[in-house]
């Protein structure tokens, strides 16, 4: 089935940047599209970003965009989120996801445990 | 922009009865060429990442119960619970994949009355 452990959250002053990391296994990293979600504390569920299978393309939510950059790096099966001019309104659980089937499709299975990142001064 | 709107917000229901979410989309998530409506369903507990429930708007997951069953198309969906479990206590998510951005809806919180 897989198993997703994202990493690098923490707390981060407004204006500044993070890295996320989201290590992948018990499944062939390199055929799966991923993204990431987010959830606000006590709220509901945001897409972010994906990238395909290759890395070669790449869609981003507006709310992001310009701001946030998905990558991967399939020789280490892990996925990334480089967040840059990070808002207080940014403050969530990141859940790294896997597209439920090697077509995309656009469903989410597995989700990983997700990592919380405090945008603060 | 595809906006998922569920109703309602929060829902009580006795144990053993059923529970009806439901989840409207502002445009169809229908695609004509595969005869297929691009939504799906997610169970949240707390302190947990959602799960996977339902896809293609009635296609139940492996290992999921079948009291969890999906219907609709087109803009007008609803997840059914048949018979109430405690375990089943949870917020509850449609999601669009017609296209991106991908879309949630605001959630539904099922409690026990």
């Known amino acids: 089935q897989g198993q997703l452990v994202e990493s690098g959250g923490g707390v981060v002053q407004p204006g500044r940047s993070l890295r996320l990391s989201c290590a992948a296994s018990g499944f062939t990293f390199s055929n799966y599209a991923m993204h990431w979600v987010r959830q606000a504390p006590g709220k509901g569920l945001e897409w972010v970003a994906v990238i395909s299978y290759d890395g070669s393309n790449e869609d981003y939510a507006d709310s992001v965009m310009g701001r946030f950059t998905i990558s991967r790096d399939n020789s280490k099966n892990t996925l990334y989120l480089e967040m840059n001019s990070l808002r207080v309104e940014n403050t969530a659980v990141y859940f790294c996801?896997?597209?439920?089937?090697?077509?995309?499709?656009?469903?989410?299975?597995?989700w990983g445990q997700g990592t919380l990142v405090t945008v603060s001064s | 922009d595809i906006v998922m709107t569920q109703s309602p917000d929060s829902l009580a229901v006795s144990l053993g009865e059923r529970a009806t979410i439901n989840c409207k989309s502002s445009q169809s998530v229908f695609y004509s060429s595969n005869n297929e409506n691009y939504l799906a369903w997610y169970q949240q507990k707390p302190g947990q990442p959602p799960k996977l429930l339902i896809y293609?708007?009635?296609t139940r997951e492996s290992g999921v119960p079948d009291r969890f069953s999906g219907s609709g198309s087109g803009t007008d969906f609803t997840l059914t619970i048949s018979s109430l479990q405690a375990e089943d206590v949870a917020v509850y998510y449609c999601q669009q994949y017609y296209d991106t951005p991908y879309s949630f809806g605001q959630g539904t919180k099922l409690e026990i009355k």
């Open positions: 293609w708007s009635s």
């Open positions: 996801v896997r597209e439920a089937s090697t077509a995309t499709t656009g469903w989410f299975d597995p």
